[in-house]
């Protein structure tokens, strides 16, 4: 079975604060994904990546960056955490060119 | 960008009646739509998609219907049991556009005994 794992389920931060968040997949998956989650807004592209190194922004990137130094690896960094960025935090890895996105657990963070 | 719009938010039915959940597209590009399932703590999982070229596709209790002219698809489930109770997301995908999905706000489905 395709596992992805995103390292916290639960975290809690203070503003100003920088957070790391972790998502390992173990398909040799080419693409890697960060959303988000709030409800009544559905799921949010923040960032994507294509290969090792590479980056793209998505529809809310202000606030995030990311880090993919090796391909099982996508890293999700809020520099300086805000409580808008209270939110649920989905990883999710997809082979080149098919469909099918699987999704981690996800990442609970509060920002107190 | 794609915009996806997604009704309704909440959703109950007494078990063993059909379940209906409609979503619109904005950007006629779009060639990919898939439907993924969230159960209470878990992340989402995909469990049925269709391609632009299709205007139905069935598995065993679910189907989801395409209109490529009206720019909407729906999930259709029949035969609704407890197991199926979730929040239910349509997705899109543009032509072009590598595996970026854009996803509609969700529907909170409770199928009642």
């Known amino acids: 079975d395709v596992k992805v794992t995103q390292s916290s389920r639960y975290l809690v931060k203070r503003t100003g604060e920088k957070v790391f968040l972790e998502c390992v997949q173990d398909m040799d998956h080419e693409n890697m994904f960060w959303y988000r989650q709030d409800p009544g807004l559905g799921l949010r592209l923040i960032y994507f990546s294509y290969d090792v190194k590479m980056k793209e922004k998505g529809d809310i990137p202000e606030g995030y960056s990311v880090s993919r130094e090796k391909k099982e690896r996508f890293s999700l960094i809020l520099e300086s955490a805000s409580t808008n960025q209270t939110s649920m935090y989905l990883c999710?890895?997809?082979?080149?060119?098919?469909?099918?996105?699987?999704f981690g657990e996800g990442s609970r963070l509060t920002v107190l | 960008g794609e915009n996806v719009e997604q009704h309704p938010s909440t959703l109950s039915v007494q078990e063993g009646d059909s379940a209906v959940i409609k979503c619109t597209y904005s950007?006629?590009?779009?060639?990919?739509f898939p439907w993924y399932k969230q159960e209470l703590g878990k992340g989402p999982q995909l469990i049925i998609d269709i391609r632009s070229n299709v205007g139905e596709k069935k598995d065993q209790r679910i189907a989801v219907t395409l209109n490529k002219t009206a720019k909407h698809f729906s999930l259709h489930i029949t035969e609704t049991q407890p197991e199926d109770s979730a929040v239910y997301f349509c997705?899109?995908?543009?032509?072009?556009?590598?595996?970026?999905?854009?996803f509609g706000t969700g529907t909170q489905l409770k199928v009642e005994l």
């Open positions: 999710a890895s997809s082979f080149r060119g098919t469909g099918e996105l699987f």
């Open positions: 950007d006629s590009a779009s060639n990919y």
């Open positions: 997705a899109a995908r543009l032509t072009g556009g590598g595996n970026k999905l854009t």
